[in-house]
């Protein structure tokens, strides 16, 4: 259209106005004013569609009331707490690695650093492809046998209680690693990487999965006339892994210079603080550990983390008198290995002991400790964190504890020795099938890999005999290097 022509009609208009172009021009403008200068028409397009949406969410949100049910939000909140106490029980493998590696030399920090991170790797894949299969699928009274790699399960229905397969599976994960990695500090300073490395992956994905089968899957000590009894894994996660750490240590041997002329020489730790730290990361952790193994999102979660706390306390407790009336001071690592072995001791009991219950189960291990680590010293059994003493003879006696202290069926309380005997048979025949299995699989390697270092390499350090590195690469190692300065 030429300027001509559009110059006309715009004539024409104001001789003739429409109704249209009386009343738009201050509609416009009272518009515009209302607006903005930037006011279009378009935006009266937008009404409808406005309208539109209103309604459809309104729709939605109605719909949505009627499905959201109390059954709904508890499944979703059972998934969000089991999830978070597993990150907690992942978490927990921070402190085991700052634990041993302060309690043992500054020339093996870069080994036990390393295998207490690649442990929960291993764990997390030799635990997905076998390991959860053969504890978890309902096979028969020994073993699981299906659901290798999470195969047949679906990743949102609850399948395990409100669980759904995958917060299931990395809570169960967690746990295996925790199984595992308690094998590392019995065993450091003179372990090969590699051995220690097959060792875990056999132990979380066959024999750890095995015992725990027959408590936590359905296996035959489940089904006993009065059922075994272990929470939180006393037995089934500690004792496990207390075992195969007790095997590896006896077949590896003690460390250089540990004991001589008939003598316990000390091999003192070079970082008591990153080893205390690696304490109060455990003991937190515990807060997923144990009440996480609720599996939901109820009122005996706090109930579970206080006796889990009063334990820990009265262990740290025990074990400091305890030590400080033989040697006349008060011993930091025991102090540590107290509050652990409290931990490990309230595990297999802590959601039906009551509160003066897990106190004495915390006092009982926090004596145990201290003694247990002297007597396998005495047998020549080289344990540089005491994790044997921790995890193995307190795992055993928190599981008998449960037999004596459960409010419901235990001796103390009137139910008599059905459970006390469940309990004794539970912890003989897990500790005797690990035994046997990790005695196989430390022989063979021995036999085949050969599993400790050379004696130049210990000498010398893991850290570069198997890693080429360094911890403190440009520290000084002792303060006599200063020499005058000192």
């Not at 009122?299 to 334990?311: E, G, K």
């Amino acid at each position: 259209m030429s300027n001509l022509t559009v110059r006309r009609k715009a004539r024409a208009r104001r001789r003739n106005p429409s109704v249209w172009d009386t009343y738009a021009p201050p509609f416009d403008q009272m518009a515009k004013r209302f607006l903005g200068r930037r006011f279009s028409w378009a935006w009266l397009a937008c009404l409808p569609v406005a309208v539109l949406i209103v309604a459809t969410w309104s729709t939605a949100a109605q719909a949505q009331e009627e499905v959201l049910t109390a059954d709904n939000v508890q499944v979703v909140l059972d998934n969000i707490w089991v999830l978070i106490a597993a990150v907690l029980v992942i978490f927990m493998n921070a402190g085991f690695g700052m634990l041993e590696t302060g309690f043992c030399r500054q020339k093996n920090a870069v080994n036990i650093l390393s295998k207490n991170l690649i442990v929960f790797a291993l764990a997390t894949l030799s635990f997905w492809a076998i390991g959860f299969g053969l504890m978890f699928n309902e096979g028969n009274a020994f073993i699981g046998t299906g659901n290798f790699f999470l195969s047949g399960l679906d990743a949102e229905t609850p399948t395990y209680g409100t669980l759904t397969a995958p917060v299931f599976f990395l809570f169960q994960a967690a746990f295996a690693g925790t199984a595992a990695t308690i094998v590392s500090g019995a065993v450091a300073e003179r372990v090969k990487f590699i051995d220690f490395i097959i060792f875990s992956i056999l132990l979380t994905a066959i024999a750890y999965p095995i015992t725990g089968h027959w408590v936590w899957g359905g296996g035959w000590l489940s089904t006993l006339g009065t059922p075994f009894s272990d929470f939180a894994g006393s037995t089934v996660v500690h004792s496990v892994g207390g075992w195969s750490a007790l095997t590896g240590a006896a077949i590896l041997g003690p460390r250089i210079g540990k004991y001589q002329d008939g003598q316990v020489n000390a091999i003192p730790g070079h970082n008591m603080s990153i080893a205390t730290l690696g304490c109060l990361i455990l003991w937190i952790g515990w807060f997923g550990f144990n009440p996480g193994s609720q599996l939901a999102a109820d009122t005996a979660v706090p109930y579970i983390a206080v006796t889990t706390n009063l334990a820990a306390a009265a262990g740290g407790v025990a074990a400091t008198i305890t030590a400080w009336a033989l040697s006349g001071k008060p011993d930091l690592s025991m102090i540590i290995n107290g509050i652990l072995a409290g931990l490990v001791g309230i595990t297999a009991g802590c959601a039906g002991v009551g509160y003066w219950g897990a106190v004495i189960i915390g006092l009982v291990a926090g004596v145990l400790v201290v003694f247990s680590v002297g007597f396998f010293d005495s047998i020549k059994i080289d344990d540089p964190v005491g994790a044997i003493s921790v995890h193995l003879v307190n795992g055993a006696w928190g599981t008998l504890a449960v037999g004596l202290f459960d409010q419901a069926t235990g001796l103390f309380y009137g139910g008599g020795a059905a459970q006390l005997i469940a309990q004794i048979i539970g912890i003989v025949a897990i500790g005797l099938f690990t035994v046997i299995a990790s005695s196989i699989f430390w022989i063979v390697l021995k036999s085949t890999l050969g599993i400790r270092v050379s004696r130049e390499e210990e000498l010398k350090g893991l850290d570069i005999g198997e890693h080429g590195m360094e911890a403190y690469s440009g520290f000084l190692k002792d303060t006599s290097d200063m020499g005058g300065l000192a």
